[in-house]
């Protein structure tokens, strides 16, 4: 059940969304003026472009996903919005962990990134893997992880600027590596944890038959 405080989580996650596409758009010039790290970027403009493309759909196709008058009502929608997302995840994940042995501040952001991408990459494919074997609940739960750590690419922007401010640029840019996705993946556990504490207990005979029985209509 969708409450006024699920709602209002859910639209800040969409503007945050939003307000990620707008202020990557200034890559597209492809005005190395507008780069973070020119001296980087310059070199790997392609891996960049390919990076921020994949993450902006991922990032806007992703709360779509949780809507569940979508999933209900335009099952064939939700696919096709979740091969978008998969697909978006992934490139960006692929392309982050290209990116990501030339971050800003040496070894720390450079593993922070890189474990950012792993973690990507996995809660992704194990999403997909779940679905695949009619395991609902378990997609929706990987899923969840999965985004939590695609929207580190918008708190990574709500952090930097302050965190800069208070640390230093090279020292502030190596915090933000690891403060962009570890506290949305500790939000995302809790929200699994604290959804399944309140669904009612499904016998396993039934909750067997309940998997069983999609797999024998493909």
């Known amino acids: ?39 980087v970027y310059e070199d790997k403009t392609v891996g960049l472009l390919t990076h921020i493309t994949a993450m902006i759909l991922a990032a806007l196709a992703g709360p779509l996903q949780f809507l569940r008058p979508l999933r209900e009502r335009h099952l064939g929608l939700h ?15 692929l392309s982050g962990l290209y990116l990501a042995p030339s971050t800003a501040s040496g070894a720390v952001s450079d593993t922070g990134f890189t474990s950012l991408g792993i973690g990507v990459l996995i809660t992704t494919t194990v999403g997909l893997v779940r679905i695949r074997s009619g395991d609902v609940q378990s997609h929706r739960e990987w899923m969840t992880r999965s985004y939590a750590l695609i929207f580190a690419a918008v708190t990574l922007r709500l ?14 840019y190596a915090f933000v590596a690891w403060a962009c996705w570890v506290p949305n993946l500790l939000v995302a556990e809790w929200l699994i944890r604290s959804r399944g504490r309140r669904r009612p207990a499904v016998p396993s005979r039934v909750s067997a038959t309940a998997t069983e029985r999609p797999r024998s209509r493909t």
């Open 79 to 93: 696919r096709s919005l979740g091969r978008i997302y998969c697909a978006g995840a992934i490139i960006g994940a």
């Open 1 to 39: 059940m969708w409450t006024a405080r699920t709602r209002l989580g859910w639209s800040l996650v969409v503007a945050g969304a939003v307000l990620l596409a707008a202020s990557a758009a200034r890559y597209y010039t492809l005005d190395p003026d507008v780069y973070f790290q020119r001296e």
């Open 159 to 172: 952090y930097v600027a302050p965190l800069q401010a208070a640390l230093g640029e090279h020292d502030g």
